[in-house]
């Protein structure tokens, strides 16, 4: 009923009417009726999602908010000038589609509540005041629904004209899953493609300690098993050919066995680290510490030694000597004995410490006149090492000349006192009597200890400085010949290139007086399978070819001592055949010690180093390995000609 009075006859085609009803008076307005065609047009609308309206963002918010059970405006009549084939859309059309729209927005959005019972009356005004848009272009017109909105049945009736999806709220949920494609990509989750290894609950567990800790210069490191790690780890750096700078400062080859204890701060009062025992926890020299770094108690140690003639000129390449091709790891300490070493001193400690690299540093360098003694260590090693304490002995009868005598570096690691002596001793075939002079002096003149404890004093005289430290390593030029004639000499070694060098060694005397006792008493040295190092021609491997005719000798020799038994066990002795610039060719020797506890009251050392020395030696080797690089693009450069004819 208008507002004169007038009765509103919904517009009904003939192909709608529903035979089974009975048809409705003229003059009345049949509410249910237009419901049942409402719903009917909404079927045939909803077939396309393309026929969607558009209505502005904020009208979209709040129809979001509509709840399912909320009082709806009566449903109205077809406006009577549309015809039957025409595809417009009603009011309740769009209410519906926009809580369908709504739904699938609540799909994607859990968290998205609310709703309000007036949206729908503040939400109807912009609405009708703009012009609906179709697909097509067509324009469905604009109705007065005020009116109508006023004449609308009780709140009962207004419920029971909601449409059926809206009466049933999950149904209509579920239509919404169907017909609405998701907002995301949801993945399945990832499955592991093989099982993961067993992780103990302990810090100190291997797979704790080993996961995501492998070196690029230890790739190879899970090939090879634990017991095998274990047996290398006293030489587990492996030094990279193109390396120039410190990349692996961090990451080196120990952090994938060692793990950081937590410290208490009771520990750090209680605890003064100026006296201690063996046995005590948190030692900084104690077994917790040691077993982090080494686990098997074995360090490393490779010992040089070379009579270099006072040659002013340096080999280009120290690598041979240092680094041998046929070793796998570097070792952790590095010590050089010189005699008869170059004017400059301290370019030949320059020079050791560019080949070496950034992984080692000079821990300490002492020298005899022209007797030169260097000890390298790698440097994350230097913090538990002792304060280094050093002696010389001259046994030239006039004290000022020095180039014979000895110079000895002693110092403490963890609980263990190593000694080191290189020494040059009276040159002569005959001069046995006078050599064995040598090495008494020296044992009873070499000072050291001096302030260091003592690690075992009960086994320490005081008339032999080798006694006094756990394991001593003397080497040297010690100028003892072989007895026989040159022509023997030779003969034997035609027969016995590259073999066992028992029938020479049968002519050696210091052999010889170390059997009797008479020299380097409870020392040993390990086989030897190299000729004799004494005495070649400059730049060449023939032995002396002048006048003099000398006879070959193994003159350099490395020799060790040690308190315990089976404490030092070698791993590799021979020469150095491809430094050719000394009549003397370098003798090389590598061992692995084992190494103990040890106590608070060791002074330490406080990681001291030559710091000039190596700055200047990692400078060096960077320029080097930029000028090599430089070369090897100008070649590449030259070698690409390109010829037109």
């Given amino acids: 009923m208008s507002e004169n009075g007038e009765t509103i006859v919904p517009f009904q085609p003939e192909d709608e009417v529903n035979p089974e009803e009975p048809p409705c008076r003229k003059d009345s307005f049949n509410v249910d009726e237009v419901n049942k065609r409402t719903k009917k047009e909404q079927l045939k609308g909803t077939k396309n999602s393309s026929e969607v309206l558009q209505i502005p963002q904020d009208e979209r918010i709040r129809e979001t908010n509509i709840s399912p059970y909320q009082p709806h405006p009566p449903s109205l009549p077809k406006p009577p000038n549309v015809g039957k084939g025409s595809r417009n859309i009603s009011f309740e059309e769009k209410i519906r589609r926009r809580r369908l729209r709504s739904s699938q927005e609540s799909l994607t959005d859990p968290a998205e509540t609310g709703s309000s019972t007036d949206s729908l009356r503040e939400d109807a005004t912009p609405a009708l005041s703009s012009a609906l848009e179709l697909k097509n ?75 995501n800790r492998i070196d690029r210069d230890c790739l190879d490191y899970g090939k090879r098993g634990l017991a095998e790690r274990l047996h290398r780890n006293f030489s ?107 004017p400059d001193r301290r370019e030949w400690e320059i020079r050791l410490q560019e080949t070496l690299g950034p992984y080692y540093v000079m821990l300490y360098a002492a020298a005899h006149g022209v007797l030169y003694l260097t000890i390298f260590i790698r440097r994350d090693l230097i913090w538990f090492c002792s304060e280094v304490e050093h002696a010389t002995v001259t046994t030239r009868i006039i004290s000022q000349i020095k180039t014979k005598g000895a110079v000895g570096i002693g110092f403490t690691f963890f609980g263990t006192s190593f000694l080191f002596i290189t020494s040059h001793f009276t040159s002569g075939d005959s001069k046995v009597y006078e050599r064995i002079l040598d090495y008494n002096k020296i044992i009873e003149a070499l000072a050291l200890p001096r302030s260091l404890p003592d690690t075992n004093p009960y086994r320490s005289t005081a008339s032999d400085v080798t006694t006094r430290f756990d394991e001593v390593f003397w080497f040297g030029d010690f100028n003892f010949r072989l007895s026989k004639d040159r022509g023997g000499i030779e003969a034997i070694l035609n ?56 006879t070959p000798s193994y003159t350099d020799r490395i020799l060790f001592r040690n308190r315990q038994a089976d404490d030092i066990k070698v791993v590799k002795y021979t020469s150095c055949s491809s430094i050719k610039t000394s009549d003397h060719r370098p003798v090389i020797g590598m061992f692995q010690v084992k190494i103990r506890p040890g106590r608070d009251n060791i002074p330490l050392g406080a990681g001291q180093f030559d710091r000039p020395v190596y700055l200047e030696g990692i400078r060096r080797r960077i320029t080097r390995e930029l000028k090599r690089r430089e070369a090897v693009m100008k070649n590449q450069s030259n070698s690409t000609v390109c010829s037109i004819s």
């Fill in 236 to 342: 587990d750096s492996r030094l990279l050919e193109t390396m120039v700078s410190d990349s692996a400062s961090v990451n080196s080859m120990k952090s994938t066995f060692s793990a950081l204890n937590p410290i208490r701060p009771k520990d750090v009062r209680n605890r003064s680290f100026l006296e201690g025992s063996v046995l005590g926890n948190g030692a900084l020299l104690g077994p917790e510490e040691l077993d982090r770094y080494f686990p098997d108690r074995h360090v490393g140690i490779y010992i040089a030694t070379w009579n270099m003639q006072g040659e002013k000129g340096l080999p280009n390449n120290l690598d041979d000597l240092l680094l041998p091709t046929d070793t796998e790891f570097a070792q952790d300490f590095y010590i050089i004995g010189v005699q008869e070493g170059c």
């Fill in 495 to 550: 027969q016995h290139i590259r073999e066992d060098m028992g029938p020479l060694l049968q002519h050696d005397q210091l052999c010889k007086e170390m059997k009797d006792g008479s020299i380097f008493k409870g020392f040993q040295e390990a086989p030897i399978h190299f000729p004799p190092t004494y005495k070649f021609d400059i730049g060449c491997d023939v032995y002396d070819s002048t006048s003099k005719q000398r």
């Fill in 137 to 211: 272009g067509q324009i469905s017109g604009r109705g007065d629904f005020d009116r109508a909105a006023g004449d609308s049945p009780p709140f009962r009736e207004r419920c029971s004209s909601l449409p059926e999806a809206d009466k049933h709220p999950r149904r209509q949920s579920r239509l919404a899953e169907q017909r609405a494609k998701p907002s995301r990509i949801i993945l399945s989750p990832l499955h592991p493609t093989g099982v993961f290894p067993p992780v103990e609950y302990s810090v100190a567990s291997m797979s704790l300690r080993t996961t």
